[in-house]
């Protein structure tokens, strides 16, 4: 059984963070574990609220993690401030992980801010401990420092931010072309997707590098384990069914068969 720790915030509406990473870990058949980075409260149509925890007490949450059952890998998202990712930063050296997914949460689906303005700066002391990160178009626009919005773009923003850090970055298309691309310091790799016709995309980015964690934790190539893991975001946005009233979720339980 593989093992794979998400360091997230939680989502009260259980389609994005933490929850959708632990839905995730488990239609992949491998035992979730979490850090919990702060508390939303929220749902489809947006955020009402951020309670960020202590980063002593993220630290303490991964420490007592890593003292017993040592991950697989990593997927890290929500983590809100400066405080935090210090806390994250220093928890990931003193415990030599390994297989760290990083996807940079800035802006929520509903335009809702989940990270202080100054905590940016410190972001890229942790993306040099990532194996990969994975910014959408608009988080990619404030780390490479000019606009992301078409492929040439998201090719150019990809190189900037690895001469940055020398980690690989994929920069989501999103809405933009559905087309994700990886630059890896060697070559430029495209991720291909479909533009499905649907607004309940809530949590995509989450379940995604989630997704891309279990490839890694099975020692998948880079490449592979986003290969396989955008097949998954596919046919997840494929259920379309509503949930809420806003940016429903995606189906992340489709190749699991029904008990009732």
């Not at 017993?68 to 400066?82: S, T």
């Not at 390994?98 to 303005?117: F, H, P, R």
Request: proline share 1%; hydrophobic share 45%.
């Amino acid at each position: 059984m593989k093992k794979i720790l998400t360091i997230a915030g939680s989502d009260s509406s259980g389609g994005a963070g933490v929850q959708a990473d632990i839905k995730t870990i488990t239609a992949h058949k491998m035992y979730a574990m979490s850090a919990i980075t702060a508390l939303t409260a929220q749902n489809t149509m947006g955020v009402s609220g951020v309670s960020a925890v202590s980063g002593e007490f993220v630290f303490a949450q991964i420490k007592a993690v890593f003292d017993d059952i040592v991950p697989d890998a990593l997927k890290i998202g929500m983590l809100f401030n400066a405080e935090i990712i210090e806390a994250v930063r220093k928890a990931l050296l003193e415990n030599n992980a390994k297989n760290v997914v990083c996807d940079t949460v800035m802006i929520a689906t509903s335009g809702a801010k989940l990270l202080e303005d100054d905590a940016i700066a410190a972001l890229w002391g942790l993306f040099e401990l990532s194996s990969v990160i994975t910014p959408n178009a608009a988080e990619a626009s404030v780390l490479a420092g000019f606009e992301v919005r078409d492929i040439v773009t998201q090719k150019d923003a990809a190189k900037a931010i690895y001469e940055r850090c020398g980690t690989a970055v994929l920069v989501k298309g999103g809405h933009l072309n559905a087309t994700d691309i990886l630059w890896d310091g060697v070559e430029f790799s495209e991720f291909e997707g479909e533009l499905i016709a649907t607004k309940n995309t809530h949590g995509t980015g989450c379940t995604l590098s989630s997704a891309i964690a279990c490839g890694l934790a099975t020692r998948l190539e880079l490449k592979e384990a986003i290969k396989r893991a955008k097949s998954f975001i596919n046919k997840a946005l494929s259920w379309d069914e509503q949930i809420g009233h806003g940016n429903g979720a995606i189906d992340h339980y489709f190749n699991i068969k029904e008990l009732i």
